[in-house]
Each structure stands twice: as structure tokens, then as C-alpha cells.
């Protein structure tokens, strides 16, 4: 989080929280639900499940979901190939946790998303 408010002073502005949250990574807040400084019992038990309420299992499950659409994120971010994984599992997954957050988001994208149609017509 220091990150985030070194940037905010570096370009002049006032670290108020909702600009730190602006500015921290998805892999910050993917890190919240991994293993380390007992966040389990600090962060998961106490108001970060909270977050999920269409999710129903434990935390380990869904940083290890989260953490592979980070990964995928990073190399779509930074111009990696990702033709040769399978790109429509990866949508159901970003979808089921888009689910986990907001049902109603999930099943709005889920109608309205091109990524199906995409994916069906490439060679």
C-alpha cells in the first residue's frame, strides 16, 4: 500500500483512501486472500469473505482462482502469448467469480459478452 502512496504524492495529490484503493493492483488485493500473516483468521473470518457473498467455500479455493486470472491478467498486460490455454475455461472462471461478487454482473456480462462468439470462430 506504500506504493500507492509514494505514486499519489510523486504526481501531487492528496493519499485519500479511495485514491490509494484506485491505485492498488489487482495482485494487492488478489494477496489478501493467500496465506501469509494469518490473514485467514485476520482478514477472511473477520469481513473479507464479505465481499464473495455468492461464494461458499474457503478461502484457499478462491485465492487460487483469483490468482490464475492474475496471472492470465499479466500476460495479457504484458503481451503474452495465451492462445494455447484453454481461453473458454478461463472466461467461465472469470465469470464464476464475478458471480461470487455480484450475481447480477456476472449474468449481464455472461449475456452480453462477445468472448464466446470470439472463440468459437478462431481457427
Known amino acids: ?3 500507492a502512496c509514494d505514486l499519489l504524492r510523486r504526481q501531487g495529490l492528496a493519499a485519500t483512501p479511495e485514491q490509494i ?3 492498488l493492483s489487482f495482485g494487492f488485493w488478489v494477496s489478501l486472500l493467500g496465506p501469509g500473516n494469518n490473514y485467514d483468521q485476520r482478514l477472511w473470518r473477520t469481513a473479507l469473505h464479505q465481499a464473495f457473498p455468492g461464494y461458499r ?23 503474452c502469448p495465451i492462445y494455447h490455454r484453454h481461453l473458454q475455461a478461463d472466461h467461465q472462471t472469470i465469470l464464476q467469480c464475478l458471480g461470487y461478487i455480484d450475481a447480477g454482473l456476472a449474468t449481464w456480462i455472461d449475456r452480453y459478452s462477445r468472448v464466446p462468439s470470439v472463440l468459437a470462430s478462431r481457427p
Open 57 to 79: 467455500g474457503g478461502r484457499r479455493e478462491l485465492h487460487r482462482k483469483l490468482d490464475h486470472l492474475r496471472v492470465l491478467r499479466n500476460k495479457i498486460a504484458h503481451h
Open 1 to 3: 500500500m506504500g506504493e
Open 21 to 23: 484503493e484506485n491505485e
